[in-house]
């Protein structure tokens, strides 16, 4: 059986875990010095971004894969929604390939849509 692997771009996991550095010290300046409503939503963005800024770095050197095709169908784990659900080519309408952003979208016969998001700097990997 022949696979082919997608993994995460070093390039846009930096960009991602820089974003997130902003993000915290953005989130974190409103906690400190806001008051009210804003402080809250300070304070919960400092939690979420933080969370958010290590989960990009930890899955990266987990070496995950983005997108792994098989000739019974494929998995898409650039979101936590679909990592175990394998869709099979016989649910596949229609797969397109966006350019800005670098998007793979696939249509299911249900008319349900699923994007896994690659980057120009993706790795590929045959198995």
Not at 22 to 38: E, H, K, P
Not at 75 to 85: E, G, K, M, R
Request: glycine letters at 8%; one cysteine or more; hydrophobic letters at 50%.
């Amino acid at each position: 059986m022949q696979t082919l692997e997608i993994k995460m771009s070093p390039s846009r996991v930096l960009l991602l875990f820089l974003g997130g550095i902003l993000m915290i010290l953005i989130c974190l300046w409103a906690g400190i010095s806001a008051t009210g409503v804003i402080k809250l939503v300070g304070w919960f963005g400092v939690i979420f971004f933080g969370l958010a800024t290590i989960a990009w770095p930890v899955a990266y050197f987990k070496n995950k894969n983005v997108l792994v095709l098989t000739n019974d169908g494929f998995y898409n784990t650039s979101t936590a929604l679909f990592s175990s659900q394998m869709v099979p080519w016989e649910h596949v309408a229609n797969i397109e390939v966006a350019e800005r952003p670098r998007e793979i979208h696939v249509t299911r016969n249900n008319g349900a849509r699923q994007i896994a998001i690659v980057t120009t700097a993706m790795q590929l990997e045959g198995n």
